[in-house]
Antibody
Framework: QVQLQESGPGLVKPSETLSLTCTVS????????WTWIRQSADKGLEWIGR???????DYCPSLRSRISMSVDTSKNQVSLKLISLTAADTAVYYC?????????WGRGTLVTVSS | EIVLTQSPGTLSLSPGERAALSCRAS???????LAWYQQKPGQAPRLLMY???NRATGIPDRFSGSGSGTDFTLTISRLEPEDFAVYYC??????????FGGGTKVEIK
């Protein structure tokens, strides 16, 4: 059974960089897009971007200048970096498997941006 | 970017009643690439429906989806206690960004 587990800091200071990792267990990264979605009370569910093991990335246009994603197939991990954080980036961040639609979700990790 | 508008914002119903949730798109959705998700407090969203009317694995047949073009409906034929939650529609037919509706909360009356 494939499972996704997000990990990263729960608290980040404004202007700093957020680094999150998603570990995929019970399956390989191949054949899917791996997506980051965040959820906040203000903006609801927001698609951040996606990456595949051997293909191009797609990023949300409004976040493109601040995002990078990477894949480590040896560790079965997907990573997200988001720079220049502000309070508006406070949200629950989900790692999600994309099979056109989003068929498998991690539990999510709460990230709070505060000094 | 395709904007999805869900209505109503909140639906107050009793167990056993029928629920009809609407999702309207700002432009026609390619090849019926519309999905629905259910989210309960403290949990991640869960896939319910994809391709407008296909139930995901393990989803009971009291859930059904319909619609085409820009207007879509999720129907729950008889509400069970575990169905009270927030429901989101999502389109995956257009170019990124993939977008979600704002959600409909189904609450116990």
């Amino acid at each position: 059974q494939v499972q996704l587990q997000e990990s990263g800091p729960g608290l980040v200071k404004p202007s700093e960089t957020l680094s999150l990792t998603c570990t995929v267990s019970g399956g390989s990264l191949g054949g899917y897009f791996w997506t980051w979605i965040r959820q906040s009370a203000d903006k609801g569910l927001e698609w951040i971007g996606r990456i595949s093991a051997n293909g191009p990335n797609d990023y949300c246009p409004s976040l493109r200048s601040r995002i990078s994603m990477s894949v480590d197939t040896s560790k079965n991990q997907v990573s997200l970096k988001l720079i220049s954080l502000t309070a508006a980036d406070t949200a629950v961040y989900y790692c999600v498997r994309e099979n056109w639609y989003f068929d498998l979700w991690g539990r999510g990790t709460l990230v709070t941006v505060s000094s | 970017e395709i904007v999805l508008t869900q209505s109503p914002g909140t639906l107050s119903l009793s167990p056993g009643e029928r629920a009809a949730l609407s999702c309207r798109a700002s432009q026609s959705i390619t090849r019926s690439y519309l999905a629905w998700y259910q989210q309960k407090p403290g949990q991640a969203p869960r896939l319910l429906m994809y391709g407008v009317s296909n139930r995901a694995t393990g989803i009971p047949d009291r859930f059904s989806g319909s619609g085409s073009g820009t207007d879509f409906t999720l129907t729950i034929s008889r509400l069970e206690p575990e169905d009270f939650a927030v429901y989101y529609c999502q389109q995956y037919g257009g170019s990124p960004p993939l977008t979600f509706g704002g959600g409909t909360k189904v609450e116990i009356k």
